[in-house]
């Protein structure tokens, strides 16, 4: 599922379909199906299981399996290092309770919140009787923190993210601001952009339950019934969540699990899973089990933890040694080989031929980024329309 176009009108090329991989025709939730390949690995003689081959084309140089990237806070804190374009900053679960203005209500709570990460507060609010206004009050004031942020005019990383990936690639984000939904929608005019999944709800984004279908709140009416779109709930940080009792968040959930189930390539960028996503963790390590491709998938971590913590989170998720932790994006293999990398992992760890390194520029100026973009979306445009092989 992916929401569409921006809120001006101009779908030019924003629902498109792409033969190379899953793409919802709209924004759509479409029910749960393995995504589609142009051509099955081969059957080697012997007794060798090349089922753990993704999807490939090798005479069009193209991989169909998926690029999942998951995303956490720490990825809008990197996207907005000096805060929103009216520099307010983008809180984490540490710094919650001051930035968005919660003490007075918690004071009236007479819980200790106090240098105590807000995850852990919400939870025990949870738990306590009578609390009910207060917990409302909370959620519509994180509601209408968030809801203002705004995306700065320069490029930042989730430019750069949806920038350096393709159709059949996906972003899954825990994040509840609408950072990564404003870049979707000025990059949207390029076509050829990944799906996002909102995991916990989004303040920019908003569905039709009897259409199935998600926008971006901007449009504020359904574009097949024309009623008004309702807004998506936010899970909020307690360690009992109930994924499936939310229709919008549940759906998302599921197409999220085929994602992991077909991944040959997984990015975690600035998700710390934290306890209170134990279930989420829990979801995503069933999945990915079931991920034919996982011997020789590449796990990346985009994060400024050390390695040794980083590997401790996520060895669940790790095989042997394919693995490798960064601190920054630009130095993952997102920038290094940017709507490649399932290629160039692919040709150069299976097929021995590694691909010349081709990194995206580091531009500000987003309208001279897209420039250089430009040119890899002409040459899936020419895989598409001709059979070109991909380059």
């Known amino acids: 599922m992916r929401p569409e176009d921006s809120p001006n009108g101009n779908r030019e090329g924003a629902c498109r379909q792409n033969r190379l991989g899953p793409r919802p025709e709209t924004c759509q939730m479409r029910r749960s199906s393995a995504p589609k390949q142009r051509l099955a690995p081969l059957q080697p003689k012997g007794n060798y ?4 081959i993704p999807a490939v084309d090798i005479t069009k140089r193209a991989v169909h399996a998926p690029h999942l990237v998951i995303v956490g806070a720490g990825a809008s804190i990197a996207a907005t290092p000096n805060g929103d374009l009216k520099r307010k900053p983008l809180p984490s679960m540490i710094n919650l309770v001051d930035y968005v203005g919660l003490a007075p209500l918690l004071d009236r709570t007479g819980i200790n919140w106090k240098n105590r990460n807000f995850e852990d507060v919400y939870d025990e609010l949870t738990k306590q009787r009578g609390l009910g206004a207060v917990l409302r009050e909370i959620k519509q004031q994180i509601s209408r923190y968030f809801g203002a942020i705004e995306i700065p005019r320069e490029a930042t990383a989730y430019d750069y993210l949806l920038l ?41 984004v908003g569905y039709c339950l009897p259409c199935k279908a998600k926008y971006f709140i901007s449009d504020v009416y359904c ?9 998506t709930k936010l899970l909020y940080p307690a360690r009992n969540k109930q994924y499936g009792s939310d229709p919008f968040i549940d759906n998302e959930w599921k197409e999220l699990r085929i994602r992991v189930e077909h991944a040959y390539l997984l990015t975690i960028f600035g998700y710390s899973a934290p306890n209170g996503d134990a279930a989420a963790i829990d979801l995503m390590r069933s999945a990915w089990e079931k991920n034919g491709t996982k011997e020789l998938a590449q796990v990346e971590i985009v994060d400024i933890k050390s390695v040794g913590k980083l590997h401790q989170t996520w060895s669940s998720f790790i095989t042997r040694q394919h693995y490798h932790a960064t601190k920054s994006l630009r130095r993952s293999l997102l920038s290094r080989y940017p709507r490649r990398t399932c290629e160039a992992f692919f040709w150069a760890s299976l097929q021995n031929d590694p691909w010349e390194d081709n990194y995206i520029p580091r531009l500000r100026n987003l309208n001279r980024l897209q420039k250089w973009v430009e040119r890899l979306v002409r040459k899936e445009d020419d895989l598409e329309k001709s059979g070109k092989p991909l380059s």
Do not use: M
């Open 164 to 204: 350096c990936l393709r159709e059949k690639d996906a972003i899954a984000t825990f994040n509840w601001d609408p950072l990564l939904p404003q870049a979707y929608l000025r990059n949207a005019h390029l076509r050829r952009l990944p799906s996002i999944f909102f995991l916990h709800g989004n303040v920019a």
């Open 223 to 231: 574009r097949k019934c024309r009623k008004r779109l309702s807004p």
């Open 49 to 52: 299981r090349l089922r753990h």
